[in-house]
C-alpha cells in the first residue's frame, strides 16, 4: 500500500509540474510592475513553505514578510493562487473604500463550498444578486441597530437552541470543528482544481463530508422544531419570541424575493449567524478578560465605572450601556492588540487594478493583515503596550476614516454583526465587571498569562484563561436577567 502511495505522489507531482511549467504567463494588461515578493519562491508551492513551515500562525507570519520587504503590499503565490497581502492603513482604505466594489468578492473556499452549502451563506457567497438580497435580510431583518437595541431584538439563535436534546447537544463540537474547517489556510484552497489530490494526502475531505453531515443533521433538528412551534402558532406568534431562524423561515416564504431561497440556502444563513457571530464574540470578550487581568489597575477602574453608573442592588442592563465610555475603550484595546479576526475575510478582487503603483490582476486573492495594522508603530503610540487612554485621547471609532482600526473589515462586506456583537460583548463583560471582583489564581502575576493563540476563523486564546471570581457585597448576582 505504501509503495502504491508513494508511486501515486510522484506521478501527481510529475504532472503538476509539467501542467505549471507549459503553462504560459497570462498577457500583462498594464506595464505596472508586481508588488514586491519574498525571496525562496519555489516551483509548485510557489511561497507555501513560508507560511507552513514555520510555525508561526498566518498573520504573524505575513507581517513579518511585509516588514522584510519594507512595502505596506506584498505578493505571494500560494501555491496556485496569487495572493496580495496589505499591511497598512492607507492601503486598507484602498482596498476598502476607494476600490471596495473591486474587492468585494470571496474566494470560493472549499470548506465554505461544502459547509455553506455551495457558498450560500452571506459571509462567503460570490458578489452578485444572491449575496446582496440574503446580506439585506440579514441587515434589515436581523441585525439593524433599532433591532438590536430596541425591545423588537431579534433573539438570536444561540439562546434557544444550545443545549437541549438530540443532535444539537453536540451543536458546540460541530460548530467548533466548522470553524477550524473555515480558518481559510488549508493545502486544498491554495491547489483549485487539485482538491482529489491534496485532499487524499490531508484527509481534508473527509473530515469536511463528516461535519457536513454532523452540521446537516443539527439544521434539520433545529429548523424541524422551528416549523413545528410555527405549525402550532401560525403567524401569530409574538415579535419579541421570535428567534433568527423564525424570521428566516418567514423571508423565505416571502413572494417580492429577487432570488429564491432554498432550503439549503435557508440552513447555510442559519449557519453563518451562528459561525459568524459566536467565536468572534466570545473571542472578544475572552482576550479583554485576558488584558484586564494582566492590568489589575485598569480592571479596577472599568469596575469601578460600571458599579457607579449601574448603583448598589441593581441589574446591568442596554442602557446602561451608553454610559461606559472607560469600558468601552477597554474594549476597543483588547480589540486592537488582539482582532478576533487578524486578515479578516478574504477577498478576491473582480477586475485588474493598479494600487500603490502594482499591478493587481483580476482573480488575486486578497488578505487585510489588521494585525499588522493595529501595531503598526507608525500611527499608534508604544503599540504593544494595553492602553485603554489611547481611545478616549484620540477618539478612532469602529468607522475609523482613516482605516487604522479595522476588527470588523468595512466597506460593503464588512460586518453587518458590528452592532449585535458589540453590545452582546459590552453588556457581558458589563455584568462580569458588576457581580464580580476578578483576580489571576494564587502565585500567577499579570505577566505569567499565556498569550499564546490559535488560528482559526475567529483567533482564540491557546490556553485557556483561569481567574477567580470573588463576590461583592452589594453587587451579588441576584437570579435571572430580564435583559
Ligand atoms: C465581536 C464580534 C464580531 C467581530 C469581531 C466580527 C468581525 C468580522 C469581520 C472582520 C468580518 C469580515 C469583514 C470584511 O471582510 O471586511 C466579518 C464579516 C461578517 N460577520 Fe462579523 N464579527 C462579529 C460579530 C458578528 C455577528 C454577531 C454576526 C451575526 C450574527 C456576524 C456576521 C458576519 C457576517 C454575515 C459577515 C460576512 C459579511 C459579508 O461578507 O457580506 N458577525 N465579521
Redesign the pocket.
Known amino acids: 500500500m505504501d509503495t502504491l502511495i508513494t508511486i501515486f505522489l510522484s506521478l501527481a507531482t510529475i504532472f503538476i509540474s509539467i501542467y505549471y511549467f507549459i503553462q504560459k504567463p497570462s498577457p500583462a494588461t498594464s506595464t505596472a510592475p508586481e508588488p514586491p515578493s519574498p525571496a525562496g519562491r519555489l516551483p509548485i508551492i510557489g511561497h507555501l513553505h513560508l507560511l507552513f513551515l514555520t510555525g508561526e500562525l498566518p498573520h504573524h507570519q505575513l507581517a513579518r514578510l511585509a516588514d522584510g520587504l519594507g512595502s505596506p503590499v506584498i505578493k505571494l503565490q500560494l501555491g496556485r493562487v496569487p495572493t496580495v497581502v496589505v499591511s497598512s492603513a492607507q492601503l486598507a482604505r484602498y482596498v ?1 473604500r476607494v476600490n471596495d466594489g473591486v474587492f468585494a468578492n ?1 474566494p470560493q473556499l472549499v470548506a465554505a463550498q461544502y459547509l455553506s452549502f455551495g457558498c450560500s451563506d ?2 462567503f457567497s460570490p458578489y452578485g444578486p444572491y449575496w446582496r438580497q440574503v ?1 439585506k435580510i ?1 441587515v434589515t431583518e436581523l ?1 439593524s441597530p433599532r433591532r438590536v437595541h430596541s425591545s423588537q431584538q431579534v433573539k ?1 439563535p444561540y439562546t434557544t437552541i444550545y443545549g437541549g436534546e438530540g443532535k444539537k447537544k453536540e451543536l458546540v463540537g460541530v460548530l467548533t470543528e466548522t470553524q477550524e474547517l473555515l480558518a481559510g489556510f488549508c493545502l486544498d484552497d491554495f491547489f483549485p482544481g487539485w482538491e482529489t489530490v491534496t485532499s487524499w494526502i490531508t484527509g481534508y475531505q473527509k473530515r469536511l463530508t463528516r461535519n457536513l453531515e454532523d452540521l446537516k443533521e443539527v439544521c434539520d433538528e433545529i429548523i424541524g422544531e422551528h416549523l413545528m412551534k410555527r405549525k402550532d402558532c401560525g403567524d401569530d406568534q409574538e415579535e419579541e419570541e421570535e428567534d433568527f431562524v423564525d424570521v428566516l423561515l418567514k423571508v423565505q416564504r416571502r413572494e417580492d424575493l429577487d432570488v429564491p431561497v432554498t432550503d439549503d440556502n435557508l440552513k447555510a444563513l442559519v449557519l ?2 451562528f459561525v ?2 459566536t467565536d ?2 466570545s473571542t ?1 470578550l475572552e482576550w479583554t478578560m485576558t488584558e484586564l487581568a494582566r492590568h489589575p489597575t485598569i480592571l479596577a477602574e472599568a469596575t469601578r465605572e460600571i458599579r457607579s453608573v449601574v448603583g448598589k442592588q441593581s441589574r446591568v442592563n442596554e442602557s446602561h450601556l451608553q454610559h461606559l465610555t472607560y469600558m468601552k475603550s477597554v474594549i476597543k484595546e483588547a480589540m486592537r492588540l488582539h482582532p ?2 487578524p486578515l ?2 478574504p ?1 478576491e478582487s473582480m477586475e485588474d487594478c493598479v494600487m500603490d503603483g502594482y499591478m493587481i490582476p483580476a482573480r488575486t486573492r486578497v488578505l487585510i493583515n489588521s494585525y499588522a495594522i493595529s501595531r503598526d508603530p507608525t500611527l499608534w503610540e508604544d503599540p504593544l503596550e494595553f492602553n485603554p487612554e489611547r481611545f478616549l485621547e484620540s477618539g478612532i471609532d469602529f468607522h475609523d476614516q482613516e482605516f487604522r482600526f479595522l ?5 460593503r ?5 458590528f452592532h ?3 453590545a ?2 459590552e453588556i457581558a463583560l458589563a455584568r462580569l465587571l458588576y457581580h464580580f471582583d476578578w483576580a489571576l489564581p494564587d502565585g500567577l502575576r499579570g505577566e505569567d498569562v499565556d498569550l499564546g493563540e490559535i488560528f482559526g476563523l475567529a483567533t482564540r486564546k491557546k490556553t485557556k484563561l483561569m481567574l477567580v471570581p470573588m463576590s461583592k457585597e452589594g453587587y451579588e448576582f441576584r437570579g435571572k436577567s430580564n435583559t
Open positions: 476598502l470571496r452571506v459571509t446580506r440579514c441585525l438570536p453563518d449567524m459568524a457571530g468572534t464574540s472578544t478576533p479576526v479578516l475575510v477577498r476588527p470588523f473589515g468595512g466597506g462586506r464588512g460586518c453587518p454583526g449585535f456583537g458589540l452582546t460583548v
